[in-house]
């Protein structure tokens, strides 16, 4: 068996029924455009994680240079 009570028989069938009505070049466009959004989305979230990491760095240095001053 398959996927929930699918098998891999019926799993080809519907793979060949998609590529008829939409054809290859569409499928290969469809799939290179959600390969494009999945890698920006990665990007944004590491981008997001580093700035929040900096962030944090940013905030701990401020906090002792505040405290220095007030020690001072």
Known sequence: MGLGGISI????????IIVMVFGTS????????L???IK??????SKDEADSDGGANHAAAQKDSDSDKASS
């Open 40 to 45: 920006g989305f990665r990007n944004s979230m």
């Open 35 to 37: 390969g494009s959004a």
């Open 9 to 16: 028989w019926q799993l080809l069938i519907i793979l060949a």
């Open 26 to 33: 569409r499928l290969r466009n469809i799939g290179s455009d």
